[in-house]
């Protein structure tokens, strides 16, 4: 029995693209890709992932362009490289050129999972570090206003349009019509 090339391509958001990855394993004449764009902290949030690693079947070999692409937390790497391997799956990292198969306890090789699979936790952590830094002075600067829930339906302006149709004595259902609102949002900026 030969097993089935896959490859497992990842990357963090939908504006970016997978062509550097893509042309990696292009090369490799893989039988199966499973690509996704969507964010490496953990694996449970990650459908294509989990799909490879149901699908993956003993003598398959799965290849990965470079360990962060697998995952940014070292547990999550470690088990389920472990995982794969203890059913007879080979995976590989083509940028760090790692390979682990079931019947291989290569200890350079672990110990370099484990500094890269840290590393790549550690860039994590100050790429999240960085970003909050980057919030915090454009809030300083009134530049960024983090908000909680959906957009208003009414600017300040047609807020204030309201409250003076309905002080004028206008109905407030056909103010809410008007405004294309509720009748109980109407009553509510009456109130407010």
């Given at each position: 029995m030969t097993g089935k090339k896959l490859a497992y391509v990842r990357v963090s958001s939908e504006g970016q693209?997978?062509?550097?990855?893509?042309?990696?394993?292009?090369?490799?004449?893989?039988?199966?890709?499973f690509s996704e764009k969507v964010s490496g902290k953990n694996i449970q949030d990650r459908p294509q992932f989990q799909l490879m690693l149901d699908y993956a079947r003993e003598e398959d070999i799965i290849y990965c362009a470079e360990l962060s692409r697998w995952g940014r937390s070292l547990i999550d790497i470690k088990t389920t490289v472990t995982a794969l391997t203890c059913k007879g799956v080979t995976v590989k990292f083509l940028k760090e050129n790692l390979t682990f198969t079931n019947n291989q306890d290569d200890p350079m090789s672990n110990l370099l999972l484990g500094i890269l699979s840290s590393l790549a936790e550690w860039e994590r952590a100050v790429i999240k570090s960085r970003q909050m830094e980057g919030v915090k002075i454009a809030q300083e600067k009134g530049i960024y206003k983090e908000r909680c829930g959906r957009k208003p339906k009414l600017t300040e302006e047609q807020i204030k349009e309201v409250q003076r149709r309905v002080a004028d004595g206008e109905k407030r259902s056909d103010v809410a019509v008007a405004f294309g609102v509720s009748r109980q949002t109407v009553y509510n900026l009456v109130a407010g």
């Open positions: 693209n997978t062509s550097r990855q893509d042309q990696q394993i292009e090369e490799l004449n893989v039988d199966k890709v």
